[in-house]
């Protein structure tokens, strides 16, 4: 192993999936997560790390970890003081926020936040749920929730649960009531690790890698044979803020195209092409999209 190594940790739990199959898409080979907390990373330079993502943000603060990922909700939960690389926009399921909500059975005759003045409240995110009903003046009793907190919505007045759908809440019958927080996954760093070049240099590597394989994602290149009688108009056709690569062929009355778009817009654009005297279209996958 190198003298020099980054301390990495990575989320075991939900985000795990989704975390590793991102580093892989970024060009890194990952193995033996399935049997240890340790695992292997064709980097010699990265140390790996499992963790739970609520207890994450307290490792890096204290520099057990240099830098790991967890979600902007645990980071403000345990009022960790840490650098905020940046923001991934990755989830276990989708690219969207996920939602910390107060919800209540949809039988119940509560209807806002208000209504819970006097009940019990289960939840895992017990600091934030708090701070959210003392600062609207609702005098509730907070319950730490070890799990299946859903469950426990018709025991107790509400709770106060993580959605990323909203699929969880619908199939336990709950209604939303309101919404304490939104959160994404947050590249978090030591104070005192950002202020070493190296490890900050490898943080910010690990950073750009991985935002450019969540880019690669939504995006496809895309590639066309034009006869140049043709190109005017098939420019017009492509998105305005992308500069195409415009490209000689060995028959000089025709030119190749390539450009990157997203993958929605190809469905409607790729037939527009054709008709404008494209041929030869084809797209590809993209790993990462670096701008």
Same mark, same amino acid.
């Given at each position: 192993?190198?003298?020099?190594?980054?301390?990495? #940790?990575?989320?075991? #739990?939900?985000?795990? $999936?989704?975390?590793?199959?991102?580093?892989?898409?970024?060009?890194?080979?990952? /193995?033996?997560?399935?049997?240890?907390?340790?695992?292997?990373?064709?980097?010699?330079?990265?140390?790996?790390?499992?963790? @739970?993502?609520?207890?994450?943000?307290?490792?890096?603060?204290?520099?057990?970890?240099?830098?790991?990922?967890?979600?902007?909700?645990?980071?403000?939960?345990?009022?960790?003081?840490?650098?905020?690389?940046?923001?991934?926009?990755?989830?276990?399921?989708? &690219?969207?926020?996920?939602?910390?909500?107060?919800?209540?059975?949809?039988? &119940?005759?509560?209807?806002?936040?208000? +209504?819970?003045?006097?009940?019990?409240?289960?939840?895992?995110?017990?600091?934030?749920?708090? $701070?959210?009903?003392?600062?609207?003046?609702?005098?509730? $009793?907070?319950?730490?929730?070890?799990?299946?907190?859903?469950?426990?919505? @018709?025991?107790?007045?509400?709770?106060?649960?993580?959605?990323?759908?909203? /699929?969880?809440?619908? %199939?336990?019958?709950?209604?939303?009531?309101?919404?304490?927080?939104?959160?994404?996954? @947050?590249?978090?760093?030591?104070?005192?690790?950002?202020?070493?070049?190296?490890?900050?240099?490898?943080?910010? /590597?690990?950073?750009?890698?991985?935002?450019?394989?969540? +880019?690669?994602?939504?995006?496809?290149?895309?590639?066309?044979?034009?006869?140049?009688?043709?190109?005017?108009?098939?420019?017009?056709?492509?998105?305005?803020?992308?500069?195409?690569?415009?490209?000689?062929?060995?028959? +000089?009355?025709?030119? %190749?195209?390539?450009?990157?778009? /997203?993958?929605?817009?190809?469905?409607?654009?790729?037939?527009?092409?054709?008709?404008? #005297?494209? &041929?030869?279209?084809?797209?590809?996958?993209?790993?990462?999209?670096?701008?």
């Amino acid at each position: 192993m190198s003298d020099k190594v980054l301390k990495l #940790g990575v989320p075991k #739990g939900s985000l795990q $999936k989704a975390t590793f199959a991102l580093f892989e898409r970024a060009g890194f080979n990952i /193995s033996g997560y399935e049997r240890s907390y340790f695992p292997r990373i064709d980097d010699p330079q990265i140390q790996l790390i499992m963790l @739970r993502a609520q207890e994450m943000s307290r490792y890096v603060e204290d520099g057990v970890l240099d830098a790991g990922f967890t979600g902007y909700d645990w980071v403000q939960e345990n009022g960790s003081d840490v650098h905020e690389v940046c923001e991934l926009l990755y989830s276990k399921a989708t &690219s969207r926020p996920t939602k910390w909500v107060l919800a209540v059975p949809n039988e &119940s005759d509560i209807n806002k936040p208000e +209504d819970l003045e006097g009940g019990i409240i289960a939840t895992e995110l017990v600091g934030a749920t708090k $701070k959210y009903f003392a600062d609207k003046g609702i005098n509730v $009793k907070i319950e730490f929730s070890w799990g299946a907190t859903e469950v426990k919505a @018709r025991l107790v007045s509400g709770i106060v649960e993580l959605t990323e759908t909203g /699929s969880s809440i619908k %199939a336990n019958n709950l209604k939303i009531i309101d919404t304490l927080m939104t959160s994404t996954t @947050r590249f978090i760093a030591n104070n005192d690790a950002w202020a070493d070049d190296f490890k900050k240099q490898k943080i910010e /590597s690990i950073a750009i890698l991985l935002n450019a394989a969540i +880019d690669a994602k939504t995006l496809a290149g895309l590639k066309m044979n034009v006869q140049k009688d043709n190109l005017d108009a098939i420019l017009e056709l492509l998105p305005a803020e992308k500069s195409p690569t415009v490209a000689p062929l060995a028959d +000089d009355q025709y030119v %190749a195209i390539e450009i990157i778009i /997203s993958e929605k817009d190809g469905r409607e654009l790729i037939p527009a092409l054709k008709r404008a #005297g494209a &041929s030869g279209i084809f797209t590809y996958s993209l790993n990462n999209v670096i701008h």
